[in-house]
């Protein structure tokens, strides 16, 4: 079943009855089965979300992701107890050697950089050599390949000037939203699986608390780079709104392709997600990444 996603942006109360968020604003009220939603994205700051409703969420693996002043996700709970064997997977995680790390991150450079190269390929029209960058990547991605062809890709992306920047001009608000919201997804996969967020196998940081999941959102971000794309033909708007927002957040139910099935993002990321830790408990040699164009 595809987990629902709700953006909450007026002033709402949130609480919960018979296993039914209850969601009282000043417009309407509604309720939603809390097995059915997957995100809850709360962009308001008069939002009241009761104890109770908050832990049954998270019991139920809802990402329930809060946004900051500029209208942009900022943090997240998840669930900490969401796999029966979970000491076990971190112990495995946690004892992983730096050649399997280092093998882990080649595959999933191979894969960013692949996609990257069938995107900018069905937007532009014209061939473009990331198969041969791709092919380049070396254990770890010693030789930066990543950079290289994030160089070249940015360049030729958009048709005006365009400098990828965290804090960057439209459409950087727009790809920062997006990426936020699969990075949400990302992390609420991995915790699904039993794995630690904040150990990574390529990002580092003591500041950071979702690394894995910065490494494993890397071959999903041309999903979000499609759909920032879609939006600006689509529209003139430059600044974030609920239309924009409700667009971005559609990626999590787009339809991405493994060998013999089809799945909606959400979905595609718990195999993935599946397949990480099964490559910590040496059961798998490879990450399975889906393919994001049939």
Request: charged share 20%; proline share 3%.
């Amino acid at each position: 079943m595809i987990k629902k996603s709700i953006l909450i942006e007026n002033k709402t109360i949130v609480t919960t009855k018979n296993l039914q968020l209850v969601l009282k604003s000043d417009i309407r009220e509604s309720s939603i089965p809390i097995e059915d939603i997957g995100f809850i994205v709360i962009d308001n700051p008069e939002v009241f979300l009761s104890i109770p409703a908050m832990n049954l969420l998270i019991e139920n693996n809802t990402a329930v992701i809060i946004c900051n002043a500029n209208h942009l996700p900022n943090g997240m709970f998840l669930n900490l107890n969401s796999h029966h064997i979970q000491q076990e997977i971190f112990k495995n995680q946690i004892d992983a050697s730096t050649p399997l790390k280092k093998q882990l991150w080649q595959q999933t450079i191979v894969e960013k950089i692949s996609n990257q190269g069938i995107l900018l390929q069905k937007i532009t029209t014209k061939k473009n050599n990331f198969d041969f960058l791709a092919s380049k990547v070396l254990s770890g991605d010693s030789s930066n390949m990543e950079g290289v062809a994030a160089n070249f890709y940015w360049k030729t992306f958009f048709e005006q000037k365009f400098k990828r920047e965290r804090f960057g001009d439209y459409p950087n608000n727009f790809l920062n939203y997006g990426y936020a919201i699969l990075r949400a997804a990302t992390a609420r996969a991995l915790s699904g699986s039993g794995l630690l967020n904040t150990l990574g196998i390529h990002h580092k940081s003591k500041y950071n608390a979702f690394a894995l999941a910065d490494d494993i959102m890397e071959p999903f971000r041309p999903i979000v780079d499609e759909k920032v794309f879609e939006i600006m033909q689509k529209y003139d708007e430059q600044e974030l709104n609920t239309t924009i927002k409700t667009e971005l957040l559609q990626i999590l139910t787009r339809t991405v392709y493994f060998k013999d099935e089809k799945s909606p993002l959400m979905v595609a990321l718990q195999k993935t997600s599946s397949s990480l830790q099964q490559c910590f408990t040496g059961e798998r040699k490879k990450i399975k990444y889906p393919k994001l164009w049939n």
